[in-house]
T-cell receptor
Framework: SQTIHQWPATLVQPVGSPLSLECTVE??????LYWYRQAAGRGLQLLFY??????ISSEVPQNLSASRPQDRQFILSSKKLLLSDSGFYLC?????????FGSGTRLTVV | GDSVTQMEGPVTLSEEAFLTINCTYT??????LFWYVQYPGEGLQLLLK?????DKGSNKGFEATYRKETTSFHLEKGSVQVSDSAVYFC???????????FGSGTRLLVRP
């Protein structure tokens, strides 16, 4: 069966610190992978998507970057976090069966 | 570009009331349309979908009909329950796109 793992579930980081959120998918190959962010009181914003290893498309200019070092691994990073990076980050994938979302990471930058 | 517009919340209803959450979209071609639900403290779950005009998606008593003439995909339920309290997101995937585009979400609060 297809599953998606996202960790950590909760993260509190100081301003200026680095960030690395990881997402892995099991049970499928060559999925499309996505990072979304949900800021407090707001909707879901697509940050990055990837259709293959090393292929990253950025939807909005920001303080974050994404990488896909392996087919089923998608990483969201930042060199220096800003207060405005706080939010709920969701990883998702799709192949032939519709979109599946991870359980999310709640990031609080203090 | 493609976009989704949802009615703003929060929507507060009494149990067994009728629910409508409006959703309209802008897209070229024939997008697929979705409703996702986010229960408190959880991630997103697919509630229902429709892939072509006049299709009706349904699940758990919720329904939505793909109306191309009005570019709408309104969510309805005849009798809401307290357990339906959640945030509901309308979304589309363009027919030539790899991306799922979401509306801003509508928070539903059902009171006993």
């Amino acid at each position: 069966s297809q599953t998606i793992h996202q960790w950590p579930a909760t993260l509190v980081q100081p301003v200026g610190s680095p960030l690395s959120l990881e997402c892995t998918v099991e049970g499928t190959s060559n999925p499309n992978l996505y990072w979304y962010r949900q800021a407090a009181g707001r909707g879901l914003q697509l940050l990055f998507y990837s259709v293959g290893i090393g292929q990253i498309s950025s939807e909005v200019p920001q303080n974050l970057s994404a990488s896909r070092p392996q087919d089923r691994q998608f990483i969201l990073s930042s060199k220096k976090l800003l207060l405005s990076d706080s939010g709920f980050y969701l990883c998702a994938w799709t192949a032939n069966y519709g979109y599946t979302f991870g359980s999310g990471t709640r990031l609080t930058v203090v | 570009g493609d976009s989704v517009t949802q009615m703003e919340g929060p929507v507060t209803l009494s149990e067994e009331a009728f629910l409508t959450i409006n959703c309209t979209y802008t897209a070229t071609g024939y997008p697929s349309l979705f409703w996702y639900v986010q229960y408190p403290g959880e991630g997103l779950q697919l509630l229902l979908k429709a892939t072509k005009a006049d299709d009706k998606g349904s699940n758990k008593g919720f329904e939505a009909t793909y109306r191309k003439e009005t570019t709408s995909f309104h969510l309805e339920k005849g009798s809401v329950q307290v357990s339906d309290s959640a945030v509901y997101f309308c979304a589309l995937e363009g027919d030539s796109s790899y991306k799922l585009i979401f509306g801003s979400g509508t928070r539903l609060l059902v009171r006993p």
